[in-house]
């Protein structure tokens, strides 16, 4: 008997030895363990701030970003890459700001295609592919053509389907689309219009949700809308636009021959139009998550790119696009760059939450890393902002943020606290003069305080000197 009950006794003590040395995690509703929460990240092209209706648009409805804000949290203070596409992507995927990271213009290759990530370089998709993640990205790409360094599926993406290039995204009706490294056609498709790229980009983004439900996926989807060209399907939305805003037509005086930007008669109703199609796509992935059980697992992000573009006919200052804020996309000012930014993630986010902490698209890769509980390179410039979007008080905040931009004579811009310094014409001459601005008491940028606050001055020029390196392949200053 004592033989027995000390049998016993060994046998409860390792059970329970074992039982605590097993990592505690809680099960699902199926009584399964919960994979690795899911990251749908959604960047818009070119749409500014003030063109989601949480962020002050009137004329353009965007009922489900609106309803993703009141269940989910908006930023405030959060800012793109760059004024442009390409540096502000390469910064998004890197976790560098463009005084870092290896992508800094808008560099063309010929015959298509932008200037390649290095090989060396570590993604988003990368770091996360390793931690377990099922990748994808549907939508434009413009970091590298296929079978160069840049190619998405040599950056950690397991499936592209989109725009590779730039260039060829300014044409909603493509003769041709990329399937990996496979070339889609669409003969005469400018012509005819029979496919519309983004609805075939969205067909594509739901079947990688329901492909992908069993395990945990990276889905970042890089819609063009409402890039230029103003092109949309003649449907109802566009109608109703062109009677709510009673646009007289421009004249179109000779046919589009499938070069440059297309035409539009109703430049207003089509972007407003485009706006409204993209809201809707965002409705129908987060809809997509709910029908396969995927919601509470899952942080679904929208932001944009840069700010709102004055191309093919747009009107940012009729949709009030930059919302107040001075300047349009390639400008350092804050309507260039200050984007929307929602966070949605039930039952991590608090509904109806708004937050002013000040972030940037290099912070996006330390996030995601902290969600998925693994590790960033050394040497990115981003601060996880998860402390923020769980309502944790223990949030690192920036010393300071930077850009540079390449194109218009170069640019620079510096963020400490409220205050804000920006330099035009850096290129030729790297000690021209900066202007200082309060964003506190004047978000606009309408006065220069530079005079007054010389100290500030100098803070931020030691800044814009000591917080890039210098690329051969963008030179900023030769």
């Known amino acids: 008997m004592k033989k027995l009950k000390y049998m016993l006794l060994l046998f409860f003590m390792a059970g329970s030895i074992l039982a ?8 699902s509703s199926t009584g399964h363990q919960p994979k690795q929460p899911n990251i749908v990240l959604i960047v818009a092209d070119d749409m500014g701030i003030g063109d989601v209706g949480v962020y002050g648009q009137t004329k353009i409805r965007t009922p489900y970003l609106d309803k993703m804000a009141a269940n989910g949290m908006r930023f405030s203070q959060f800012y793109a890459g760059c004024p442009v596409c390409a540096p502000s992507r390469a910064s998004l995927m890197t976790g560098q700001h463009t005084g870092r990271t290896p992508i800094r213009g808008n560099k063309e290759i010929e015959p298509e295609g ?8 570590v993604t988003i998709a990368t ?11 549907f939508g434009k790409w413009g970091l590298g053509f296929i079978g160069t360094s840049g190619d998405p599926v040599q950056q950690g993406f397991d499936t592209f389907y989109g725009y590779n290039c730039q260039r060829q995204s300014h044409n909603y009706y493509p003769d041709h689309l990329w399937q990996n490294d496979t070339r889609v056609n669409f003969p005469d498709n400018w012509k005819n219009k029979q496919q519309y790229a983004p609805a075939i980009i969205q067909e594509k983004a739901l079947a990688f949700i329901d492909d992908n439900k069993e395990k945990p996926f990276f889905l970042y989807l890089t819609y063009t809308l409402p890039h230029a060209a103003l092109q949309v399907p003649e449907d109802s939305t566009f109608e109703n636009y062109k009677k709510l ?8 005086r000779q046919p589009w021959d499938g070069k440059g930007y297309e035409p539009q008669a109703y430049p207003n109703a089509a972007y407003a139009a485009m706006v409204t199609l993209l809201d809707s796509y965002v409705g129908q992935v987060l809809e997509r998550l709910k029908a396969q059980g995927l919601e509470e697992n899952t942080l679904v992000i ?3 790119d840069n700010g709102p573009h004055r191309e093919g006919g747009n009107d940012p200052v009729f949709f009030n696009s930059s919302a107040g804020f001075r300047g349009i996309k390639r400008d350092m000012y804050e309507g260039g760059i200050r984007e929307p930014m929602i966070a949605y993630w039930p039952g991590k986010i608090k509904a109806g939450s708004t937050s002013a902490h000040m972030g940037a698209f290099w912070d996006f890769m330390p996030t995601f890393a902290a969600i998925a509980q693994t590790k960033t390179p050394a040497y990115i410039n ?3 902002f998860l402390p923020t979007l769980t309502g944790a008080k223990n949030q690192p905040q920036h010393k300071y943020l930077y850009w540079e931009f390449h194109e218009d004579g170069g640019k620079q811009a510096v963020r400490i ?10 290129l030729k001459n790297p000690q021209a003069p900066v202007a ?3 964003l506190e008491k004047d978000p606009a940028e309408t006065t220069d305080l530079a005079t007054a606050h010389p100290e500030v001055v100098k803070q931020i020029v030691q800044i814009m000197q000591e917080a890039r390196t210098e690329n051969k392949d963008f030179p900023f200053w030769p």
């Open 20 to 27: 605590c040395g097993q990592p505690v995690s809680k099960k």
């Open 114 to 121: 932008q200037w390649p990530l290095p090989d060396s370089t």
């Open 127 to 137: 770091m996360l592919k390793k931690a377990g993640y099922t990748t994808g990205d």
């Open 245 to 252: 805003f009673n646009e007289t037509p421009r004249t179109i």
């Open 302 to 304: 929208f932001t944009s």
């Open 382 to 384: 981003g601060i996880s």
């Open 417 to 426: 606290g409220s205050w804000k310094g920006i330099r035009l014409k850096a």
């Open 436 to 438: 200082l601005y309060d």
